[in-house]
């Protein structure tokens, strides 16, 4: 089977402008070839448990004798990582809390990533090498890091870091901004901007679901 892992995170339920897009995408992406599924992993609905020993983000080899790693949390790791490893693609909703991700996709990502086992070098790829993230962020008001009044995203860069920087996927962001247009008065203003984003947004998720 030829799938493609939707993964969700949005606390925010019909409100959600993350779960639809990715939703889309999966429709999108599912009826462009023959024999595709999608494996649908909601980490609202059913959180992972955070790691409970720095074990877990070493290999074998590398842990401290009082690292105890429990057989059922090395387990569902293995289970997570395998999940990702088998998908011919990955999407996933990260809306952005506090100025960074969501704790439950935060834990996800602490258990793909295992050093040495997941992680990249130049002439040592790992597990996850090269699959293709697309990464859908909404944001209650816009971000850009390269200007220092409108700094402040530790959504994308983090999940950047982690996937692309570190593990080497191939990962794509699709910020989309100001959701928040038709809830906060002081962002009424750019309830325009905000219909273009999405817009712009599902267009650009349209295309390379297509092109997946
Ligand atoms: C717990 C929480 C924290 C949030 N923190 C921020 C924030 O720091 N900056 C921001 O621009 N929007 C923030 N928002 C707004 C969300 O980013 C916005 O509603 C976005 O659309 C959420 O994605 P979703 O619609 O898929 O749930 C926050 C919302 C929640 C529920």
């Excluded at 002439?123 to 090269?130: C, V």
Aim: charged share 20%; aromatic share 6%.
């Amino acid at each position: 089977m030829t799938y493609l892992l939707a993964v969700d995170s949005s606390i925010s339920g019909p409100d959600s402008v993350s779960r639809p897009l990715v939703a889309e995408f999966a429709d999108i992406w599912r009826a462009a070839g023959p024999d595709r599924d999608v494996v649908h992993r909601d980490l609202a609905a059913a959180p992972v448990p955070h790691l409970t020993t720095a074990g877990l983000h070493y290999p074998e080899a590398m842990r401290r004798p009082h690292e105890n790693v429990d057989p059922a949390a090395a387990a569902l790791q293995n289970e997570l990582i395998e999940e990702v490893a088998q998908a011919a693609a990955v999407v996933i909703g990260a809306p952005m809390y506090n100025w960074s991700l969501p704790s439950t996709l935060k834990a996800w990502l602490d258990h793909l990533h295992v050093l040495g086992i997941t992680t990249s070098s130049d002439d040592a790829p790992g597990r996850l090498h090269g699959i293709p993230v697309v990464v859908v962020s909404p944001r209650g008001l816009a971000y850009d890091n390269d200007d220092p009044d409108r700094a402040g995203d530790y959504t994308v860069p983090t999940i950047e870091k982690i996937l692309a920087g570190s593990m080497g996927m191939d990962v794509t962001s699709v910020p989309v901004d100001f959701t928040l247009a038709d809830r906060l008065p002081a962002v009424a203003e750019h309830a325009a901007a905000a219909a273009d984003s999405l817009a712009a947004a599902s267009e650009r998720l349209r295309e390379y679901a297509l092109r997946l």
